[in-house]
């Protein structure tokens, strides 16, 4: 879904829970494959746009609203196979190496801390420690939590959110990416954030950063 918004993710998923790869007619049309006869689509919102200003055909553009339009999911259509989805590892170990790579892809400097006062990891918005006492999943989840916070909650220019966001944002965001990877987050990923009081409203607000980190870690670890 990388290249619609939030709320046509949202829209998505109401219609179709078990979409995968979401596409409009004629993108699927030019991919070789044909929407099967009979099926219903999924109705997501399009921006209409038009120039600022009539006697320029260059130039700014604006969005004065919106119109619905219809896609369908992969299952809906049929025709030449497309490249599958690997994921990384099937799992709740991570593949040996898979670690160290995302160590190696995090912009942020990584240490191990054999000392960390039972915490899973810690970071001051340029370091990075991690628990040593913990396996290798459990780190590496951990990593990509703190990597979340880097990102989003360390900008100079920008007021930090309450900690109740935070902590939602960085752990959806690793709960995300390790699906992705082919890991099974922290069990207890429901349970911490509901000791932050998060409620639906609160996780709602929060989907557009959420979406910016993920999209983010995904690119500089090639996802």
């Known amino acids: 879904f990388n ?3 939030i709320h046509n993710q949202v829209l998505i998923l109401l219609q179709c829970p ?3 790869q979401v596409a409009g007619y004629q ?3 030019g991919l070789g494959r044909q929407v099967k006869k009979g099926e219903k689509g999924i109705r997501i919102l399009a921006p209409l746009i038009r120039k600022t200003r009539e006697d320029e055909d260059e130039g700014p553009k604006a969005v004065y609203g ?3 339009v219809a896609v369908f999911d992969v299952a809906q259509t049929e025709g030449e196979a497309l490249p599958e989805y690997r994921r990384v590892g099937v799992s709740g170990e991570p593949p040996e190496g898979l670690l160290e790579r995302v160590i190696q892809a995090c912009p942020y400097l990584v240490r191990l801390e054999a000392r960390l006062m039972g915490e899973y990891g810690a970071t001051d918005g340029k370091w990075i420690w991690l628990n040593a006492s913990h396996g290798p999943a459990e780190q590496l989840v951990t990593l990509l939590h703190e ?3 880097c990102l989003l909650h360390f900008c100079p220019d920008q007021e930090r959110p309450p900690l109740q966001v935070r902590e939602l944002e960085a752990e959806a965001t690793a709960y995300v990416l390790a699906s992705m990877l082919g890991l099974e ?3 207890g990923c429901a349970e911490y954030l509901t000791g932050y ?3 639906p409203p609160t996780l709602r607000a929060a989907l557009k950063e959420i979406t910016r980190a993920v999209k ?3 690119q500089a670890l090639g996802i």
């Open 3 to 5: 290249n619609y918004s």
């Open 18 to 20: 078990n979409a995968t």
């Open 27 to 29: 993108v699927w049309k």
């Open 66 to 68: 919106f119109n619905s």
């Open 147 to 149: 990597w979340a916070h």
């Open 185 to 187: 987050a922290r069990l």
């Open 197 to 199: 009081q998060v409620t």
């Open 216 to 218: 983010t870690i995904r």
